[in-house]
């Protein structure tokens, strides 16, 4: 298959939600790429059914797609998307919890700009990071 360009976002409306179907028309993209970010953390709009995605979030979710990709993280580092560029956590902290998705997300505070920095990481990277970071697992929430 030749190389496709990976789909950067710009046409869609940041204060818009999509469908499923909306998004992967505008998108050029199949339903079945959508489930693939959402396995990679793109979160839908919480309760929304059918599943609605807001244009400012898959904006974000693609531009820090596309990002690690370039440059991956190494296993202390979290994407930031204010510096756009991977950082380590302020002083080593980083918070690890299940978002509603079931995905394991690190999170920590960028030391450069102070944004919260969020990643999806695998339960097999967490003894690494756990040897970098000094690691926070909070309860899941439930709700
Ligand atoms: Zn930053």
Same mark, same amino acid.
């Given at each position: 298959?030749?190389? $496709?360009?990976?789909? *950067?976002?710009?046409?869609?409306? *940041? &204060? $818009?939600?999509?469908?499923?179907?909306?998004?992967?028309? @505008?998108? $050029?993209?199949? =339903?079945?790429?959508?489930?693939?970010?959402?396995? *990679?953390?793109?979160?839908? %709009?919480?309760?929304?059914?059918?599943?609605? !995605?807001?244009?400012? @979030? @898959?904006?974000? !979710?693609?531009?820090?797609? =596309?990002? $690690?990709?370039?440059?991956?993280?190494?296993?202390?580092? %979290?994407?930031?998307?204010?510096?756009?560029?991977?950082?380590?956590?302020?002083?080593?902290?980083?918070?690890?919890? &299940?978002?509603?998705?079931?995905?394991?997300?690190? *999170?920590? %505070?960028?030391?450069?700009?102070?944004?919260?920095? !969020?990643?999806?990481?695998?339960?097999? +990277?967490?003894?690494? %990071?756990?040897?970098?970071?000094?690691?926070?697992?909070?309860? +899941?929430?439930?709700?």
């Amino acid at each position: 298959m030749a190389a $496709r360009k990976r789909p *950067s976002g710009q046409n869609l409306k *940041s &204060h $818009r939600s999509y469908t499923t179907g909306e998004l992967a028309t @505008v998108l $050029r993209v199949s =339903r079945g790429t959508i489930h693939n970010w959402m396995r *990679s953390g793109l979160e839908p %709009i919480e309760g929304g059914k059918p599943l609605l !995605f807001l244009g400012r @979030v @898959v904006k974000g !979710f693609l531009s820090d797609y =596309r990002q $690690r990709h370039r440059s991956p993280c190494g296993p202390d580092e %979290i994407y930031c998307l204010g510096c756009r560029k991977p950082q380590q956590p302020a002083g080593g902290l980083a918070d690890l919890r &299940h978002n509603s998705r079931g995905a394991l997300v690190l *999170s920590g %505070i960028c030391p450069s700009c102070e944004a919260m920095m !969020f990643r999806v990481v695998a339960q097999r +990277d967490v003894p690494d %990071i756990k040897q970098i970071l000094d690691v926070n697992e909070s309860a +899941d929430a439930h709700d």
